[in-house]
């Protein structure tokens, strides 16, 4: 999906007064979900930069990092971390990045929510630079429901 209809599709996801309060909630598109905790979900991207990218979503609205007390900070951050290691073996990227995101406006792309996002690279070279990877200029990686659920089920099977 080229980066206009990705921000398009997105544009519809802004229409809930918080899409990643949305995500957060398991219940929501649940054969997208690794797993969840009491404070936080690892769920697949289904807008994600390359294949495999995962969100690790905080559940409870909050929009900064450093506003969290935190047992929610370090739950966010060890979704990520769990994800990052279910990537790594499911999928055996080159390496996986982690940036924690979250802007406390809207900004294209991205929602006022603190999410992480766990995105392996699978190229190396300028494929890889973090401009390329975190704009989208290169568009999104899609999947039909059959393909989530099974991408899914190899990164939970990882995870055990």
Same mark, same amino acid.
């Given at each position: 999906?080229?980066?206009? /209809?990705? *921000? %398009?599709? =997105?544009?519809? =996801?802004?229409?809930? &007064? !918080?899409? @990643? !309060?949305?995500?957060?909630?398991?219940?929501?598109?649940? $054969? $997208?979900?690794?797993?969840?905790? /009491?404070? %936080?979900?690892?769920?697949? $991207?289904?807008?994600?930069?390359?294949?495999?990218?995962? @969100?690790?979503?905080?559940?409870?609205?909050?929009?900064?990092? /450093?506003?969290?007390?935190?047992?929610?900070? /370090?739950? =966010?951050?060890?979704?990520?971390?769990? %994800?990052?290691?279910?990537?790594?073996?499911?999928?055996?990227? =080159?390496?996986?990045?982690?940036?924690?995101? +979250?802007? &406390?406006?809207? #900004?294209?792309?991205?929602? &006022?929510? !603190?999410? #992480?996002?766990?995105?392996?690279?699978?190229? +190396?070279?300028?494929?890889?630079?973090?401009?390329?990877?975190?704009?989208?200029?290169?568009?999104? #990686? @899609?999947?039909?429901?059959?393909?989530?659920?099974?991408?899914?089920?190899?990164?939970?099977?990882? *995870?055990?």
């Amino acid at each position: 999906m080229s980066r206009d /209809e990705a *921000l %398009a599709s =997105l544009a519809s =996801l802004a229409q809930h &007064p !918080c899409a @990643m !309060c949305m995500l957060a909630d398991p219940a929501h598109a649940p $054969d $997208d979900v690794l797993f969840a905790t /009491e404070h %936080a979900v690892a769920r697949l $991207d289904r807008y994600g930069a390359t294949h495999g990218h995962v @969100m690790a979503v905080l559940r409870g609205h909050e929009t900064r990092l /450093e506003a969290l007390p935190w047992d929610r900070y /370090e739950a =966010l951050h060890r979704a990520a971390w769990a %994800a990052s290691r279910a990537v790594s073996t499911a999928l055996a990227p =080159l390496r996986v990045w982690v940036a924690a995101l +979250g802007a &406390p406006e809207a #900004v294209a792309q991205s929602f &006022p929510h !603190c999410h #992480v996002h766990v995105i392996p690279l699978h190229e +190396g070279g300028d494929a890889a630079r973090p401009a390329r990877v975190l704009s989208s200029s290169s568009g999104v #990686v @899609m999947y039909d429901d059959d393909e989530a659920r099974a991408l899914v089920q190899r990164l939970r099977d990882a *995870l055990a």
